[in-house]
């Protein structure tokens, strides 16, 4: 596609429901990051892919988040038993491989997930 | 660990007149890369310029430019005849040796008519 595409953009939970989000990188891309920027901050780390495999998932903060990227491409972030504190805006972005040095991330419009 | 800081919260600039934003940052490593991106109310992230850290010679992106003090850790973003479109949340970020973005606050830019 022609860019990072993610969806839904906009996503209302009920506290302790179950969401989805998912992630279209770039055709290509290997590496996928997700974000989570909460209202008036910068984006924070969450996890990291290589193709398939998770390389890195230290920013997730709690075993209630868990992101896959089976097949190398689509990946989806799921958020079990939502709590208020989850609401933010989750933040897709991918880049070529690790061996391109400073490679630039091409990031998603975004889903604001809003817990109630 | 690497931090990233930008002190300005807000700033406004009238329209054709220059604007910098500053940024500082902390880290161990020698080589890295830095970025600044620009983030309108459609909140995609959109690179402005990068710089890396073992050229010397100051990133320039047409009316976007740094000034890069490797020494002092400070990553300051000049933009130059500013537009009624470059009002957005700029952030300044550090990319570290596994590729993920650290990012600041960011800096909220009002360009005023």
């Known amino acids: 596609g022609a860019g990072v595409s993610q969806s839904p953009r906009y996503k209302v939970a009920k506290r302790g429901q179950d969401v989805a989000l998912r992630c279209d990188p770039i055709s290509g891309h290997v590496s996928l990051f997700w974000y989570q920027q909460a209202l008036g901050q910068g984006p924070e780390f969450l996890t990291y892919?290589?193709?398939?495999?998770?390389?890195?998932k230290s920013g997730l903060p709690s075993d209630r988040f868990f992101a896959e990227r089976p097949e190398g491409s689509v990946s989806t972030l799921k958020i079990q038993r939502t709590q208020q504190e989850d609401s933010a805006v989750y933040l897709c972005a991918s880049s070529l491989p690790h061996n391109t040095p400073g490679a630039e991330a091409f990031f998603g419009q975004g889903t604001r997930l809003t817990v109630v | 660990a690497q931090t990233v800081t930008q002190s300005q919260p807000e700033m406004s600039v009238q329209e054709a007149e220059t604007v910098t934003l500053s940024c500082t940052y902390d880290t161990s490593e020698n080589n890295y890369y830095l970025f600044w991106y620009k983030q309108p109310p459609s909140r995609q992230m959109i690179l402005v310029i990068r710089q890396e850290a073992y050229k010397q010679q100051n990133a320039t992106e047409n009316r976007f430019s740094v000034n890069f003090q490797k020494a002092a850790k400070s990553f300051s973003l000049k933009i130059s005849d500013s537009q009624l479109g470059d009002t957005a949340m700029y952030f300044c970020?550090?990319?570290?040796?596994?590729?993920?973005?650290?990012f600041g606050t960011g800096t909220r830019l009002q360009v005023f008519p």
């Open positions: 892919f290589q193709n398939e495999a998770q390389l890195d």
């Open positions: 970020a550090f990319m570290t040796d596994t590729d993920k973005l650290i």
